[in-house]
Nanobody, 123 residues
Framework: QVQLVESGGGLVQAGGSLRLSCAAS????????MGWFRQAPGKEREFVAA????????YYADSVKGRFTISRDNAKNTVYLQMNSLKPEDTAVYYC????????????????WGQGTQVTVSS
């Protein structure tokens, strides 16, 4: 069992930055690929970024490529999402997810999900 707790969300002006963190409980964090997803009001949940077990491979949605960076610190059982050049369309609840495999799936079939953190970007 893995519990995920996101933090770092908030209100920011367009063009600003935020760093989200996701702290994982339990052992064997390095055995999990991790992902970030988001869901805006009235929209489907969408993939944002994912990272392999050792951080060696990262994946991004086209909409955030070049602006967002996913990283992880296995010693701290934490995955991060650095978000720069934020846009109003980035406004959503951001969710962290974990899957017990070395590389993330190309869908949302993750084993564990956090409760989400709100990110609001004002224009």
């Amino acid at each position: 069992q893995v519990q995920l707790v996101e933090s770092g969300g908030g209100l920011v002006q367009a063009g600003g930055s935020l760093r989200l963190s996701c702290a994982a409980s339990g052992r064997a964090f390095s055995g999990y690929a991790m992902g970030w997803f988001r869901q805006a009001p009235g929209k489907e949940r969408e993939f944002v970024a994912a990272i392999s077990w050792n951080g060696g491979s990262t994946y991004y949605a086209d909409s955030v490529k070049g602006r967002f960076t996913i990283s992880r610190d296995n010693a701290k059982n934490t995955v991060y999402l650095q978000m720069n050049s934020l846009k109003p369309e980035d406004t959503a609840v951001y969710y962290c997810a974990a899957v017990y495999r070395l590389y993330p799936p190309m869908n949302d079939e993750y084993d564990y999900w956090g409760q989400g953190t709100q990110v609001t970007v004002s224009s």
